[in-house]
């Protein structure tokens, strides 16, 4: 277990990618801290306790500053530390851009951009005193390559992008390494609201022939934390979508 009695907060992470990431971390010895809007599901508590490590569930609005700080500072208050950071809370208002609303564009903005930054400062600030730590950021792989009816989602996921990247550089310095996860299409929820023939299609364009599955994501974000000679990097997930 290489993540042995490390401490990670995953954001998102009642369901879906984010479940699947805090159920592989648990899993390779880490304690973990699930966040979600609002309540995080008792069964999903008591399935990673199950594992053996200590489990906090922490609800919080991240694209509110003062509560995504909140988040940070109790995650160190009962751990002492905060060793992984995993930035995967995100949602989607899609639309044509010619027709879509300065609150669809803002409020896409406002969780998947800045709620990265306003979870992403605090923790930052403490590994950086700490001299260690781990932060993953989870884009996608329309931020790389823009996507009809999504101009406010790829715009959000390529500011991730560039975000990372600058934090990479500040953190080196310190032995803090930030890196990115470009998921491309994944069975989950958000997916499974595609009609048949929209799934059809995209699958056709995929090399692979298939949506990927969440565990895949898990491990692509749990090899970014082990590795110790990567940062700065961008990882696509998307069964060659985007080679």
């Known amino acids: 277990m290489l993540l042995t009695d490390k401490v990670a907060l995953v954001t998102g992470s009642t369901r879906g990618i984010g479940a699947a990431i805090a159920r592989d971390l648990a899993q390779a010895g880490a304690h973990v801290v699930l966040n979600g809007t609002t309540a995080v599901p008792a069964a999903l508590v008591t399935e990673l306790q199950a594992l053996g490590h200590e489990v906090l569930a922490l609800p919080a609005r991240i694209d509110d500053a003062d509560a995504a700080a909140t988040l940070v500072q109790a995650t160190l208050a009962h751990f002492g530390r905060l060793d992984i ?14 027709r879509m609303t300065p609150a669809q564009f803002n409020d896409v903005i406002a969780v998947n951009l800045n709620g990265t930054f306003n979870v992403t ?56 390494r930030v890196n990115a996860v470009a998921p491309g299409m994944i069975a989950t929820q958000m997916t499974a609201g595609l009609s048949a023939s929209v799934q059809a299609d995209l ?16 491990s692509a974000v749990r090899f970014l934390i082990e590795n110790a000679y990567v940062t700065g990097q961008v ?3 998307d069964g060659g979508l985007t080679s």
Not at 152 to 169: D, F, H, Q, R
Not at 203 to 218: D, M, S, Y
């Open 121 to 176: 400062q605090p923790a930052f600030k403490a590994m950086m005193k700490a001299k260690q730590g781990v932060i993953v950021n989870l884009s996608s792989v329309v931020g790389l390559t823009g996507n009809i009816g999504q101009a406010n989602y790829a715009a959000s996921k390529a500011g991730v992008i560039g975000l990372t990247k600058s934090l990479a550089k500040e953190g080196a310095m310190r032995g803090v």
């Open 235 to 237: 990882l696509t997930v």
């Open 203 to 218: 699958t056709q364009a995929i090399p692979l022939k298939r949506f990927g599955q969440p565990e895949e994501v898990a």
């Open 85 to 98: 950071l995993v930035n995967n809370a995100g949602i989607t208002k899609d639309g044509l851009a010619m």
